[in-house]
């Protein structure tokens, strides 16, 4: 059974490497929609977070400091999600990322089962700083790949600072980022300034347009009852690489009254017993999901 979608907060997650104009972004956004409710999750890696005192105190902000949501803070994203929810009622959450945050652990955080009711992750905005994606290859390996991950994850790509670049090198960066990410939409920018179309009520259906048909997505499948094991396996076996991330609760009919906790990251799965009798719901995220194929495999799964 697939989930039903009804009027849920839109996310938006904005991520880049340090530096590169996110809060920049974010207060052009805050000004873009000053008619609508807007609340922020602001991350942090120090203890401080300077760009909430930019933002100033009118705008309902949480914070997660003193680490990566992507990694230690990851749960917290679900807690902070829920009560931003509770306390403000907004029409959209933003979230900026830290700098060094990968975009799909946070979109990965951003769909525990307990969100999806209310969530609808509407686009993974990366900043791009122009110069110093040019620059890339004098930093690590590991620095490199993560700026390229975040420009191939994106829906869409704000290539930003170009005012501190020649043509030329505007056009070799601009075909890099098409390399990396053919399908996603790209800006360029100078102090993030974009134009109203991205986020209008017309850019935000284009942009959940674009969402179903490139990039990451991701499926909610909702069982009623508890399913085979071994079928279970032999279902994980088969699923192709673009399946990034499962998770959720599953019943198995060997032991049909308790509920597990089931993660599957790359190829490889976890199962915990969990003591709640949270709903039997898994998320299912990936590149190119064949959402008709999975539904089918999932029901039968579920009804043989
Ligand atoms: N020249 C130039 N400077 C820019 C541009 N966009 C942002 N900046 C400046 O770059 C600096 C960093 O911008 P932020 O918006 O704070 O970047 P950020 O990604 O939020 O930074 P962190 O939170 O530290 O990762 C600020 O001093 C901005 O004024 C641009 O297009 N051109």
Redesign the pocket.
Known sequence: MVEVSMTKIKLYIIS???????????REMLSKWQDKKVAILMN?LGEFNV?STILGEDTPMNELLNGCICCDLKSDVEVQLHDLKHRYQPDIIII?A??VAHPVEIYDACLAPSLTSFIQIQSIIT?VDGPRFLARSRYSATTVQLMEEQVRYAHTIIF?????MHSEEVMNVQQQIEALNPAGEIIA????QVTDDIFDREGAKRSAHLHMHHGIQSMVYSFTSPVDSRQFVSWLRQLPESVLRIKGYIKFKENPEQVVLFQYSYGIPQYEPEDMKLPLKLVIIGEQLDKNRLLDQLDLLEFS
Request: glycine share 16%; no cysteine; net charge negative.
């Open positions: 880049g490497f340090l530096g590169s104009g996110k809060t920049t972004l974010l942090e760009d900026e830290t700098g900043l930003n600072k170009t005012d501190l920018t100078t102090h993030s």
